[in-house]
């Protein structure tokens, strides 16, 4: 069964993954797209950088980007980072 986070992170990597050419997304504004509190959603961004799911970029246009192609970014893989294994 996946858990909300689970949920949220899957959402997340949509968001990030549909435009790959974009700049690197805050938590923040990916909330924002999806309806979900900021400080939820910068939790489950960084959960999905310790798993190496996502990249962080510091400073002025900071965020976050995909770390990986998305052809190479699995379901299992999402779900390990939120849940365990």
């Keep these: 069964m996946l858990t909300k986070t689970s949920l949220s992170a899957i959402r997340a990597l949509l968001v990030l993954g549909g ?3 974009a700049d690197a997304l805050s938590p923040r504004a990916i909330a924002a ?3 979900e509190s900021p400080s939820y959603m910068a939790k489950v961004t960084n959960m999905l950088s310790r798993a190496g799911l996502l990249r962080t970029q510091r400073g002025a246009g900071g965020g976050v980007r995909l770390a990986l192609p998305p052809s190479r970014i699995t379901l299992l893989a999402i779900v390990e980072a ?4």
């Design 19 to 21: 435009d790959l050419d």
């Design 33 to 35: 797209q999806l309806g």
């Design 82 to 85: 939120c849940q365990g294994s």
